[in-house]
């Protein structure tokens, strides 16, 4: 980067919040999916007003800006692709502004850790629900710009269901405020809706107003056990449909189960065609025995061989705890692990895992399973030897077969993770030309230099 540009963000943010060393580039050139491309420079903003000058310059100077929470991203929508600079909000915009009990509103700055927040409200009595797995170090920034879920989405649902409002920053340095401290607002266009999930293509937020419920005062967990995955899915739409909304429907497939026990020696069932995992929660405990009751029966009824309550919080952990640690332990299939993470309605979910094994067959590879099925989430990976070109290349030709069996019932390429870089080239299985052109048309009018986080979303 040109010295001159250097001097005067120098000047802008101070000498401390500004670097363009070997060090620091490197630092902040990767995200979950190690894959690496260095920035030009990283900037620590103080506040919105230097987010505000910051992007006004880059704009009139035709300099890349990509904000970045806490890199956890799997899909590389976090990543400096093209250079430019890195606008971190680790440093100084990570303040959570305020708790409001009477509104049950939470106001907070971007690079507020999302863990931190549900704590903080958890103290007061509040609760905000949205748990991806990396909630102790993602941001708030980072999900909503992702619109991440979490296990809890079955029941909660996900980060934009908790928006209320934001503050951002458009690339011409005006700044704008989207949505409303209300219940409802139907007042012009949704601005906000259409930031989540944008992935810092369009604006750079800068505050997020997010809704808070009230915490439940008990959670119970359960675990069935199934012979086979398609008795698991059948189970899992059935038990949606039942009268009962679990807290989290989770699963294992017999892959997953296999990998953990071999990691781990949990004494898992290892011959299972698969395991579901279930909380639910609620303020009586009557309530809780009564949602349980009905999870067992319709599981009961769809094939499940044994089911199991917890008894205390330590039984919960354990049973969680395979579910907490599969993404790690399938690297006994290989060192090279494409996750993916595909949704698709509930009630198609046992043709969709048919669908992903038969593609395993046909390529002789492991595809292992698991993930949030109460919300038809499927964590899908294809898993290879990494230093083998030829097994690379089947993992990708696979991968391209998962998202079209997905597409073709009903689904999307991605429930939580994003587009980014890593599934940008699949887009246009996913939407039409006059889709693809609607995206650009919208990125065009935020974006009119494209200076924000360019080659992402297969925008470009």
Wanted: aromatic residues 8%; contains cysteine; charged residues 25%.
């Amino acid at each position: 980067m040109d010295q001159r540009h250097i001097k005067f963000f120098k000047k802008l943010v101070g000498a401390e919040n500004i670097y363009d060393d070997k060090a620091h580039l490197i630092a902040y050139s990767y995200d979950a999916t190690r894959a690496h491309f260095e920035p030009d420079a990283v900037l620590f903003p103080r506040d919105e007003a230097d987010v505000s000058a910051i992007m006004a310059y880059c704009d009139e100077h035709r300099i890349i800006i990509v904000p970045r929470g806490a890199g956890s991203g799997f899909t590389g929508g976090a990543l400096p692709s093209s250079g430019g600079i890195v606008l971190a909000f680790e440093r100084h915009m990570n303040k959570i502004l305020e708790i409001d009990m009477e509104n049950m509103v939470a106001v907070v700055q971007p690079g507020v850790i999302n863990m931190d927040l549900q704590r903080a409200v958890e103290e007061v009595g509040l609760f905000y629900p949205p748990d991806p797995a990396s909630q102790e170090y993602s941001t708030i920034g980072g999900n909503v710009n992702e619109n991440a879920g979490g296990m809890r989405a079955a029941k909660y649902g996900i980060t934009k269901d908790y928006v209320m409002a934001m503050r951002a920053v458009l690339p011409n340095g005006d700044i704008i405020k989207a949505g409303k401290r209300t219940i409802k607002d139907v007042a012009g266009y949704n601005i906000s809706g259409i930031l989540i999930a944008s992935e810092g293509t369009l604006a750079i937020t800068t505050e997020v107003t997010l809704r808070l419920l009230g915490k439940p005062k008990m959670t119970k967990t359960a675990m069935g056990i199934f012979d086979t995955v398609d008795k698991a899915m059948e189970a899992v739409y059935k038990t949606m449909a039942s009268g009962v909304t679990p807290v989290a429907m989770e699963f294992l497939d017999n892959l997953t189960i296999r990998a953990v026990e071999q990691v781990y020696s949990k004494g898992l069932p290892v011959d299972a065609g698969a395991i579901l995992v279930t909380d639910v929660d609620g303020n009586l405990e009557s309530d809780l025995d009564f949602q349980l009751a009905q999870i067992e029966k319709v599981f009961r009824e769809n094939g499940c061989t044994e089911f199991k309550i917890a008894a205390d919080e330590k039984e919960a952990a354990d049973i969680w705890f395979a579910r907490r640690n599969a993404s790690q332990s399938l690297s006994v299939y290989g060192s090279k692990k494409i996750n993916e993470d595909v949704t698709v309605p509930r009630a198609v979910l046992p043709q969709l895992l048919k669908e992903f094994y038969a593609i395993a067959d046909k390529y002789k590879i492991n595809i292992p399973c698991f993930g949030h099925t109460g919300d038809g989430n499927v964590h899908t990976n294809v898993m290879v030897d990494g230093s083998d070109p030829e097994q690379v290349k089947i993992a990708y030709k696979a991968i391209e077969e998962v998202f079209q069996a997905t597409i073709d019932l009903g689904g999307t390429l991605s429930g939580e993770h994003g587009i980014g870089l890593a599934k940008a080239p699949y887009m246009g299985m996913a939407f039409t030309d006059e889709e693809m052109n609607l995206f650009k048309t919208i990125k065009k009018a935020f974006d009119p230099n494209n200076i924000l986080n360019p080659a992402k979303m297969g925008l470009d």
